[in-house]
């Protein structure tokens, strides 16, 4: 059973300052990982993605991949009250093929984020 | 560019009675993925079509069906409607990688 842990907070942090969010998955032969940010009441959006060990900027926003670990991390600096949501990790462990995707994306449970002003 | 287009955005539906959910993806992708997400078990993959072919496909019972015209366009069908079924359900496309970009998503209530 493949999966995709994260803590499901919340995670409180006051505004400026640095959000960690982690994500552990069980499946070695993931290949990409991602993360979404989630308002309460809407879709899921693609904010991250890495597939290769080590970071990934992004402005505000860093990923971190380590697949010895199997441990991805999302982090947010200088959070402001308008990044409070749920970020859900997701880890897929198809192949990569031309014209499309293979595979799907597993999905962690997401961890709450409150960012007080 | 246009996203993800779904509809309807809200469904009400009996048990027992099936219903068609309809995702139009960006422009250009060819690949769709529909999900399911409840609070209780968050989200859930269903099944993925690429080119009118169903590449992949998640653990949901056999009243969960889906297909994908030629124009990228993709329905998904659930027959026989219980009441566990209520939840969002999601399509995402994509282009050439692994990136998935998700529509507003369906709103299914069984009552």
């Known amino acids: 059973q493949k999966e995709v842990e994260q803590n499901s907070g919340p995670l409180s942090v006051p505004e400026g300052a640095i959000a960690s969010l982690n994500c552990t998955y069980s499946d070695r032969g993931s290949q990409s990982f991602f993360w979404y940010r989630q308002y309460s009441g809407k879709s899921p959006e693609l904010i991250m993605f890495i597939y290769s060990n080590g970071d990934k900027e992004d402005g505000r926003f860093t990923a971190q991949l380590n697949k010895a670990s199997q441990y991805v991390s999302l982090l947010i600096r200088d959070s402001q009250p308008s990044d409070s949501a749920t970020y859900l990790c997701?880890?897929?462990?198809?192949?990569?093929?031309?014209?499309?995707?293979?595979?799907?994306?597993?999905f962690g449970k997401g961890t709450k984020l409150s960012v007080k002003p | 560019k246009a996203g993800v287009t779904q509809t309807p955005r809200y469904l009400i539906k009996t048990r027992g009675q099936q219903v068609t959910l309809s995702c139009s993806p960006i422009?250009?992708?060819?690949?769709v993925s529909w999900y399911q997400q409840t609070p209780g078990q968050g989200l859930q993959f269903l099944f993925e079509?690429?080119?009118?072919?169903?590449?992949n496909k998640g653990n949901f019972p056999g009243r969960f069906s889906g297909r994908q015209f030629s124009n990228s366009r993709s329905e998904m069908n659930v027959s026989t409607l219980e009441l566990g079924d209520s939840a969002l359900y999601l399509c995402?496309?994509?282009?050439?990688?692994?990136?998935?970009?998700f529509g507003p998503g369906t709103r299914l209530t069984v009552t």
């Open positions: 997701a880890v897929n462990i198809g192949l990569r093929r031309y014209g499309g995707s293979q595979g799907n994306l597993i």
């Open positions: 079509y690429f080119s009118e072919t169903q590449r």
């Open positions: 422009s250009g992708h060819r690949s």
């Open positions: 995402a496309s994509s282009l050439e990688a692994y990136e998935q970009y």
